[in-house]
């Protein structure tokens, strides 16, 4: 295909090649490569620009530390930016774009920041821009942050879809490469439940790059048939394309699946990604180990990468990174690199061995350079030479790629992300996990271990371990032996001496050896300080190729070990995840639960314009034709219910059912007023207090027996209601026989309200419904015509002649439809929560904009319910306290404009005439506030000092919100029928 | 004035545009079922819950402590009711106030698997097992029937709702939706 793509060999499918393009330049590739393989393939080695300096940045890992190969893959309302083109797999029609340049890759303007580099230092912005302060947000901000910077987010809506599942095992494996696949298969063949889960696309981690044989098979052969025997085990669940980023409380795991980000179309049937919370019994991390780059002068430019990464894109992808590789290493590492190269023909420039001495060998008539080093590199956007450097000798050998290796980091994250410390292995050279106990093991390269071999037997070691703690003994995996391996030890070597260009650390922050000196002069000596101060270990790979490096880098500046200097904290994720899948599919009109009342249907087709009233959806008003506003039609509904009669779905009511014998003496010490003798047949108002005797809730309670009642509750407070009960039932009085239940949903209850209630009512109700035999509190079971048993109570929120019905749920729409039906020729109208809330105001009865967490029965004037004659309820004893009892506190009022052009408004607050609004002076605030139809003018409830004191008196209503101050007159809350006489007609 | 008043049910009108046949995943939405509130005293706990498994033509659902649903397709509210009274337990009906879903298939766990965050292998959610949780958010009652069988029992106002949740997320294994009953 292209003079980088071998002709045979790798794991790619030849027979399926794929056309992607890179910032617009049409490549092909096949199915099985990353997108970095394909670009490599394609002789693209320059893939994006430096986070601060925009220098010209390739390809430096195989996987997902990869600090430089970020772009942008899609477009439009798909655009993700900042992708690793190291782990994002080609699709056909794949649409690639760099990031961080302008106005090209190869020619960007913004390399001049790399000349003005000996001013740029760490903390070069922190010491500048700090005058003046205005310019902070509106140009130094918006300046530096398009100077600088990663891809660009999409504005346009995601069309794709995410969702969230649970899965459950014995065994969580993490990275399905030698030492997880023992362990799957260890625990697999027990027919334990496992899951094994990778990052990648393809199972199998290390051993798709491995030219060795395992048993009588090539390395990635091994894995196939291992994760094919996976496959057909019942009891394990193989889970590629899956990161798992994160370990949390009670063992569970958190994992993205990438499960259509690979195709060319997303299915809609399907999420692009899904968030797995896996609870696992067990764990073993198998999550193998990070190759350290070298730090070495030049070490950043186009073409220097991982070892390790050759290696897999010549023996996994069939891509040649360069036609004459240097290769400069520390370790066993760089001479694996230098043979898999040569059994492929690929020359080999030199090995550059920073060990004055070691036991691998190169490949035959390879130079090796012992005791030398890199000090440069030579290329603009591709390396041409390097300056080694051996007793002060400078040599220049030219290349075109240059593999480096400084030692391996075993991958420990997700065990250190719930508090527990790296711990530093003097032996190892590397920071290992701390022993989390034995609900998590480390396994194979995570563990420190090296080689191949004895990385599958830890594996399966600590699959047996996990599995023996669990109680369950399994055979003996055999493990075939491994031919072709070579010593994979090396010695440390966090900085190269003698840099003749940059030598970075952290690629991805542009952050260098003199950074973090510069660090150190200035104070911020610890590593947690040393990292805000450079931003090395920051932004999407968080550190994972350059950490270790700088906590040696630095430890060695103090003269201690790493493992006094010890590292930056571990915190989840692992890799970044997309907030699409942290949200999956909870978003939009998604977002939240939708409850239904039982008339909703019956509400819709009467013309109800909804309103969220917490998960409910309820009729707001009923819009009829020719009305423009709301208020003219909730004007129109308040107006007939007064005159007429009209129709309230009231089906949202918390309602619960109370049994037992001492349901009576029960509900006597839930709520502040008596019910201990509430007559059969009869309904009180009831109000619960808080135990700081502070207003919880209010309702009616009616009592159908002698041992059953029925509560109902604010529509918002039934779930609180029925806790609270709940609570005190089981803590408080468990001596009391009472049981009860939530009986919310099986009742539609509907509110006949004014004048003309009893006669719609009577024309559906067998029994007799007089006044005289069913006055004002009334409650009984009815017969409706019709055969429905339904329950009736009267009592009434608006101040009218009222009924509520309640029927079992399923007949609501029709009983509904029957009342409108009975009441046509007395003009019923259906009303909606806003003419209910406009018929309370104008009768002065409170909600909890009044019952709002801070006021007593007292201060809403409903301190006669507070029962001075009972031994004891729940907030007896803390509402006579001091504070709750002053005189200075706030009481319920009414409100009238003085101007009656005024609109009074919910939340402003009352001063006294001549008072400057300040916090001392503030009087109170108005709680609920509406245009009476009745009074035809604005009226508000309000909450005002000594308030029942005032009435008569003016004060001034100050809004500071809305920028409005004008007078009001104190008056008293019940604006329509004082005596309540329309209650008792 | 004479009425002939209709039940209608929870979901009625939002199942149209779904295929009548049930593909092999599948969810029927039951109707007409009995469902009864038990509420017991804690020392009647274990006779109440000997005599709830006695009731002919039913299912007892575990709600919590002391607390269960009874459920049957065949029998009337008032008749379980009426059985309850020797158990010596509060009971009510519930029939309109709940909707029954039932859902099986061979990718049942995977589907619900999306739902709710406890265990559904056999092993530790056994057939007859019963436990009210939280499905897409709900609170409701699952119950295992067999194998690859599940059926909740959701309050009326969340139906809709834990419908529309459940066929989006069994879309991926062609879940099928209808009434039965």
Partial sequence: ?985 | MSLSLQNRHALEGHISGFSSFSNANHLSIVRGVAVISILVQPQRAEDARRALATIAESSARSCGPFEWLIVSETRSADSLLQEAISLDAASVDQSDGRVVMRIAGPDVRRILGKCVAVDLHPDSFAEGYSANLLIARIGANLARLAGDCFEIVVDRSNAVWLFEELVARGREFDLSAGFVG
Avoid at chain 1, 484 to 507: H, I, N, Q
Avoid at chain 1, 606 to 624: K, P, Q, Y
Avoid at chain 1, 815 to 839: F, Q, R, T, W
Wanted: charged share 20%; aromatic share 8%; net charge neutral.
């Fill in chain 1, 1 to 985: 295909m292209t003079s980088f793509r071998l002709s045979s060999g790798g794991l790619v499918s030849r027979a399926k090649p794929l056309a992607f393009t890179f910032d617009g330049r049409t490549m092909r590739g096949f199915e099985g490569d990353t997108l970095a393989a394909a670009m490599l393939a394609n002789d693209q080695m320059l893939v994006g620009r430096s986070f601060k300096y925009h220098r010209p940045r390739g390809i430096v890992t195989a996987g997902s530390s990869e600090p430089n190969a970020l772009v942008t893959i899609g477009s439009g309302g798909r655009a993700e930016p900042n992708t690793r083109a190291t782990v994002a797999e080609i699709y056909q029609g794949m649409v690639a774009t760099s990031q961080n340049r302008w106005p090209s890759l190869k020619f960007d303007i913004g390399a001049l920041n790399s000349l003005l580099s000996p001013f740029l230092g760490a903390g070069f912005y922190y010491k500048t821009f700090m005058w003046p302060s205005a310019f902070w947000e509106k140009l130094y901000e918006p300046l530096i942050r398009r100077a600088a910077g990663l891809g660009r987010a999409s504005f346009e809506a995601d069309p794709d879809r995410y969702e969230k599942a649970w899965a459950h095992c014995d065994l969580l494996i993490v990275g399905a490469g030698p030492a997880g696949l023992m362990a799957a298969l260890t625990a697999g063949r027990a027919g334990l439940r496992v899951i094994l889960a990778d990052e990648d696309f393809r199972l199998g981690g290390s051993l798709l790059s491995e030219a060795v044989a395992i048993g009588d098979q090539p390395a990635s052969e091994f894995a196939s048939s291992v994760i094919a025997e996976l496959a057909s085990l019942p009891s394990v669940t193989l889970m590629p394309r899956t990161t798992v980023f994160g370990w949390y409380d009670d063992m569970v795991f958190g994992a993205v699946e990438g499960v259509q980000k690979h195709v060319s179309v997303p299915s809609s049937d399907r999420p692009v990604e899904r968030l797995w919370r896996i609870v696992a019994k067990r764990a073993i991390l198998a999550t193998g180990a990070e190759e350290r780059p070298l730090v070495f002068g030049g070490n950043d430019r186009p073409g220097v990468m991982m070892a390790g990464a050759v290696r897999t894109y010549l023996n996994r992808h069939a891509v040649a990174v360069g036609k004459r590789v240097a290769i400069f290493t520390n370790g066993g590492s760089g001479y694996r690199a230098a043979r898999d190269l040569a059994a492929q023909g690929i020359e080999i420039a030199a090995i550059i061995d920073g060990r004055a001495a070691s036991t691998n060998e190169a490949p035959a008539g390879v130079r090796v350079m012992r005791g030398g080093s890199v000090v440069a590199t030579r290329g603009r956007h591709r390396i041409e030479a390097l300056i080694a450097e051996r007793s002060g000798y400078d040599e220049t050998i030219a290349c075109d790629a240059l593999a480096m290796s400084g030692g391996w980091s075993p991958v420990i994250q997700l065990a250190c992300q719930r508090g527990g410390k790296p711990v530093w292995s003097e032996d190892r050279q590397a920071f290992l996990a701390p022993d989390v106990g034995p609900q998590l093991r480390m396994a194979g390269a995570a563990a420190g271990e090296e080689s191949i071999a004895v990385c599958m037997r830890h594996g399966r070691d600590q699959a047996r371990a996990a599995l023996a703690d669990l109680g369950v003994s399994v055979p003996l995996v055999v493990i075939p032996g491994v031919e072709g391996e070579t010593d994979g030890s090396f010695s440390p070597l966090w900085y190269v001496p003698g840099a003749r260009d940059k030598a970075f650390v952290d690629f991805q922050n542009d952050v260098h050896v003199k950074d973090f000196g510069l660090a150190q002069r200035e104070g911020f000596g610890h590593i947690e300080h040393t990292k805000r101060y450079t931003t090395a270990g920051m932004a999407t790979d968080q550190g994972k190729l350059g950490n270790v490096n700088a906590i040696g880098i630095v430890a060695g500046m103090g003269g201690v070990s790493p493992a006094d200097l010890g590292t930056t904290t571990f915190r989840p994720f692992y890799t970044p995840v997309s907030f699409g899948a942290l949200a999956g599919a909870e978003v939009a009109e998604r977002a939240k639960p939708v409850r239904r009342s039982p008339l909703h249907e019956w509400a819709k087709k009467n013309g109800a314009v909804f309103v969220e009233s917490g998960l409910w959806h309820r009729s707001a008003w009923f819009s009829l034709p020719g009305e423009k506003t709301w208020r003219e039609s909730v004007d129109r509904e308040v107006l007939n219910v007064r005159a007429n009669v009209g129709l309230c779905d009231v089906s949202t009511l918390g309602k619960i059912e109370v049994f037992g014998k001492d349901a009576a003496e029960f509900l006597n010490r839930i709520y502040s007023n008596a019910m201990l003798r509430l007559p059969v047949g009869k309904a009180r108002y009831g109000l619960m207090l808080r135990e700081d005797g502070v207003v919880f809730d209010d309702g009616t309670v009616s009592r159908l027996g002698e041992d059953h009642f029925v509560v109902t509750t604010t529509t918002a407070y039934a779930g609180e209601a029925m806790s609270h009960m709940e609570f005190a039932a089981q803590t408080f009085w468990p001596e009391l026989d009472v049981r009860f239940v939530s009986v919310s949903d099986q009742w539609a209850q509907m509110s006949l309200a004014g004048p003309r209630a009893r006669d719609v009512m009577s024309q559906l109700v067998e029994d007799d419904i007089s006044n005289e035999a069913f006055p004002f509190l009334g409650v009984r079971e009815v017969a409706l015509k019709g055969g429905v048993r339904a329950r009736l109570f009267r009592i009434s929120f608006s101040g009218e002649l009222a009924y509520e019905l309640a029927v079992p749920a399923g007949y609501g729409e029709a009983v509904a439809d029957a009342l409108m039906e009975a009441g046509s020729k007395h003009g019923i109208c259906p009303y909606g929560v806003e003419a209910l809330n406009v018929l309370r105001i104008e009768k002065g009865h409170v909600t909890h904009s009044e019952l709002d967490g801070r006021t007593t029965a007292d201060d809403v004037g409903l301190g006669r319910m507070v029962s001075g004659q009972k031994p004891d309820f729940i907030g007896k004893r803390l509402s006579t306290r001091f504070g709750l009892t002053a005189a200075d506190r706030t009481q319920l009022v009414g409100l009238k404009p003085v101007d009656r052009a005024k609109e009074l408004k919910a939340g402003a607050h009352l001063l006294k005439e001549g008072a400057k609004p300040s916090t001392v002076n503030d009087q109170g605030h108005i709680t609920s506030a509406c245009h009476s139809p009745v009074l035809g003018h604005s009226i508000a409830l309000a909450m005002l000092k000594s308030g029942r004191e005032r009435f008569g008196e003016k004060v001034v209503v100050w809004d500071g919100l809305r920028g409005e101050e004008f007078q009001a007159e104190v008056c008293s809350p019940v604006f329509v029928d004082p005596q309540n006489r329309k209650l008792h007609l």
